[in-house]
């Protein structure tokens, strides 16, 4: 156990008992720490309890970011690594000599921390506004395309497609980039379709202050394509609108016609 790792790893109080750094030990040499004389209370299990404890939901679709520091996501790794490798070996697969099997366990564990789920250990992309209360501010109707990745939350099979996002401008306006990296941050977990929908309506109404958003998202899914009813395509469509686009007809075909635009300009 280096320094290093004694120092940025802070024991959590919740688990009844547990107050000092000392009281963890290191597992087996590697870079994990349980309760002493507990071998069964990882970080993992500390971290849970105290969002059981919160009222905290932590759902696989739930952005769980004030609970897990970056610290911690290193050390969740390491115990993900180790429970990756008891799946490998109940799998029956040889990672001693099958070359390409070999770290195959690390690999996994590093990919859904900091890929196929970021997005829950992540904070929200910061998305600065900018005024848009001048004279001429612009009134009209903003839809950004943007390609998202996701995985199904029941079968961890990838989900890839396209949302496109309107919005009637507010008061202000963020950056076109923004809105792009709010989906991705909102698919980068293990979503349904239905609730990403949902989820980047809520988090872009959030960050524009705009009530008048909604959300189109078609996507394939792997779930339904490599296993199940392997299905040539799976292309799912689900839109969530809200306020004029929910209320007002002329501005929810002018939302579905400038999708038409887009698709036309660049097909999916
Ligand atoms: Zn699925």
């Given at each position: 156990m280096t320094d290093e790792h004694k120092r940025v790893f802070k024991p959590d109080p919740v688990l009844s008992g547990i107050t000092a750094e000392e009281e963890f030990v290191p597992v087996d040499g590697h870079k994990l720490y349980a309760k002493k004389d507990s071998p069964g209370k990882y970080l993992s299990e500390a971290l849970r309890n105290r969002m059981r404890l919160d009222g905290k939901r932590f759902w696989a679709g739930d952005n769980i970011s004030d609970f897990v520091t970056e610290s911690d996501r290193e050390?969740?790794?390491n115990e993900a690594t180790e429970?990756?490798?008891?799946?490998?070996?109940?799998?029956?697969i040889d990672r001693e000599t099958d070359p390409n099997s070999k770290g195959t366990a690390r690999r996994l564990a590093k990919m859904y921390y900091n890929e196929i789920m970021a997005g829950r250990y992540e904070p929200a992309p910061d998305a600065t506004a900018f005024p848009n209360d001048s004279n001429d501010r612009y009134e009209g109707m903003l839809v950004v395309r943007s390609e998202l990745k996701s995985?199904?939350?029941?079968?961890?099979?990838?989900?890839s497609g396209v949302a496109y996002i309107g919005i009637l401008a507010a008061q202000k306006l963020i950056g076109l980039s923004?809105?792009?990296?709010?989906?991705q941050w909102c698919a980068r977990r293990g979503t349904l379709q239905e609730e990403l929908c949902n989820d980047i309506a809520r988090e872009i109404m959030k960050a524009t202050d705009s009530n008048n958003v909604a959300v189109y998202i078609q996507a394939t899914h792997g779930c339904c394509e490599n296993r199940g009813i392997m299905a040539h395509s799976s292309l799912t469509q689900t839109t969530v609108l809200q306020g004029a686009f929910k209320d007002d007809a002329s501005v929810k075909k002018?939302?579905?016609d400038n999708i038409k635009l887009q698709q036309e300009f660049a097909p999916r």
């Open positions: 050390h969740l790794i429970a990756f490798e008891t799946v490998l070996d109940t799998l029956l995985m199904c939350s029941h079968h961890h099979q990838p989900v923004k809105y792009t990296r709010i989906a002018e939302f579905f």
